[in-house]
């Protein structure tokens, strides 16, 4: 009978087939690296150097063939190659837009697609990744959203995301020569991709871990940023467990709005997810925390609703990042005009917080924000059906 593992997704529980055959390395933490070694003939006194030695190559040197790793025995090399694998998800498409954007669509086990997304900038390169293979939270102004969600994304795939396009910058360190320097091409990683990171915590926890560790991939906790609408009891536990950097998309200030564009607000409302947050910056030593707000003609961008945003946050070290809704086939809102957006951005900074606007970016390959979605699931619905779901008719 074949094995199986749970998934839990808030109330939903998903059962998915686990692979046979050999086990892949990618995203096992250190401790299950170790244990699988060792299960697998490796003597316990040997574990520690073994894993130390196959991460560095894995994650240092994005070496994917054991007979690349040549500190190790030719036999050992063999037995490894006998019972494991090295492997990332399939990139299946790769579309670079007009300002430099690459977005990769991305298959994984089962045969299921997720999008990434690379952002270069003059002092950077952030990579968006994805935690789910489609969403749960039915945020009615996010293209992702219409996607139901298929399952979770394991470690493996997380951190795969970030290793293929390590691939296609050509940013592993080539080999017999000295590890490339700092200047990275890929700098950053937001957790903005598909899907409710929170809704996933071990796999996303376990994958940047493996994206901080000093011996790897090597990226500061404070270049990696995690994006949650506000699963509230996850919170403290990011901080705790990850201590990476944290947004929230928060993109409405009544209770009223907040449940149609975030309907998990419905569940934890505008003053219980501002209660854990303003414990976030102490609990995971972290600056300040982002609010993105997406800018929606007629629904969320008054000068009122300004004012509003400014009182809720007082007392949390914030910035602001607005967001100009990006349009996607079918959807319900149009962009805020950009006189508005800026009078809206004037408001928060008189106050005295950083508004940045961001400038939409990939928008010619649906890559900005909130336009993910896998190629096989695009959807095909209506702007009436659309609007019809999100209740706002």
């Known amino acids: 009978m074949t094995p199986t593992a749970p998934i839990t997704q808030d109330m939903l529980t998903i059962t998915r087939k686990l692979p046979d055959g050999p086990t892949n390395l990618v995203g096992l933490t250190r401790d299950g690296l170790r244990d699988v070694l060792i299960a697998a003939g490796t003597p316990e006194k040997q574990a520690k150097m073994r894993v130390g030695q196959i991460w560095q190559w894995i994650y240092q040197k994005g070496v994917r063939d054991f007979d690349a790793m040549t500190n190790l025995s030719k036999s050992y090399r063999a ?99 000295a590890p490339k320097d700092e200047t990275r091409l890929l700098s950053n990683i937001v957790l903005m991709g598909m899907g409710e990171p929170l809704y996933n915590f071990e796999g996303v926890r376990d994958a940047m871990k493996i994206a901080m560790d000093g ?16 699963v509230v009891p996850e919170i403290a536990r990011t901080a705790e467990e990850i201590g990476c950097l944290l947004a929230v998309s928060f993109h409405g200030t009544t209770d009223e709005i907040r449940d149609k564009l975030v309907p998990i607000n419905k569940k934890w409302n505008i003053a219980a997810l501002l209660n854990a947050l303003r414990e976030y910056p102490r609990l995971s030593n972290s600056e300040r925390i982002t609010f993105e707000y997406v800018m929606l003609k007629g629904v969320n961008d008054s000068d009122e609703d300004a004012r509003r945003l400014v009182k809720l946050i007082k007392g949390i070290p914030a910035k602001i990042n607005l967001i100009p809704f ?16 800026e009078s809206f951005a004037n408001i928060i900074y008189k106050a005295g917080y950083a508004s940045p606007i961001r400038t939409p970016r990939g928008e010619d390959i649906m890559a900005a924000c909130g336009q993910l979605k896998s190629e096989t699931e695009r959807a095909r619905k209506s702007r009436k059906v659309i609007a019809a779901e999100a209740g706002l008719t």
């Open 79 to 177: 037995e490894l190659a006998e019972k494991f694998v090295i492997e990332v998800p399939e990139v299946v498409s790769r579309q670079v837009s007009a300002d430099g954007t690459r977005k990769y669509l991305v298959r994984i086990a089962g045969g299921h697609e997720v999008e990434t997304v690379y952002i270069p900038e003059e002092s950077r390169g952030t990579l968006c990744i994805s935690s789910q293979v489609g969403c749960t939270l039915t945020c009615s102004f996010c293209h992702t959203g219409t996607q139901k969600l298929v399952r979770n994304l394991t470690a493996g795939e997380i951190i795969g995301q970030v290793m293929i396009a390590r691939d296609d910058l050509g940013e592993w360190p080539e080999p017999g020569r």
């Open 215 to 230: 011996e790897g991939i090597s990226l500061s906790r404070r270049r990696i940023t995690l994006s949650t609408s506000g």
């Open 326 to 341: 990006n349009e996607w086939p079918g959807a319900p809102y149009e962009r805020s005009d950009w006189d508005r957006i």
